[in-house]
Nanobody, 130 residues
Framework: QVQLVESGGGSVQPGGSLTLSCAAPGLNFKNYPMSWYRQSPGRERELVAAVSKSGENTIYGGFVKGRFTITRDNDKNTVTLQMNTLESEDTGVYYC???????????????????????WGQGIQVTVTS
C-alpha cells in the first residue's frame, strides 16, 4: 500500500512562510508527476503547483503569483512546497498527489504526464491568520 506522508503544515501570520513536504516511500517516484492541491472552506479542490517527473518543469495556480516554489528529490522520494508571503486566502487543507494528469507547454511543445495508479495524501492543514 503506497502512502503519501505530508508534513510541515500549521498556523502562520499573514506574510509568513511555511514549507510543506511529502514523502512517498515505496512509490516508483520518478515515474510520477507530483502535485500539491488545496481545498479551502466552501471551495473546490484546486491545483497549487505541479512538478514534472524529471523535475525540470513546474506549473503553478494563478493565485500563486511567484510566492510558492515546488521542488522534488527523486533520490529521496520527496516533493516540497515552499510557501512565502502567505495570505489569509491561502488557508485550507493541502494535499500531496502522485500521478494526476498535468499538461506541460514549453518552447512550443505540449505534452502530458500522468500515472494510471494515482495516489493522494491525507491532507495537511495550513492556517494563515493574524
Amino acid at each position: 500500500q503506497v502512502q503519501l506522508v505530508e508534513s510541515g503544515g500549521g498556523s502562520v501570520q499573514p506574510g509568513g512562510s511555511l514549507t510543506l513536504s511529502c514523502a512517498a516511500p515505496g512509490l516508483n517516484f520518478k515515474n510520477y508527476p507530483m502535485s500539491w492541491y488545496r481545498q479551502s472552506p466552501g471551495r473546490e479542490r484546486e491545483l497549487v503547483a505541479a512538478v514534472s517527473k524529471s523535475g525540470e518543469n513546474t506549473i503553478y495556480g494563478g493565485f500563486v503569483k511567484g510566492r510558492f516554489t515546488i521542488t522534488r528529490d527523486n533520490d529521496k522520494n520527496t516533493v516540497t512546497l515552499q510557501m512565502n508571503t502567505l495570505e489569509s486566502e491561502d488557508t485550507g487543507v493541502y494535499y500531496c498527489n502522485a500521478g494526476s494528469k498535468i499538461t506541460w507547454i514549453n518552447d512550443g511543445f505540449r505534452w502530458e504526464e500522468y500515472h494510471t495508479d494515482e495516489h493522494w495524501g491525507q491532507g495537511i492543514q495550513v492556517t494563515v491568520t493574524s
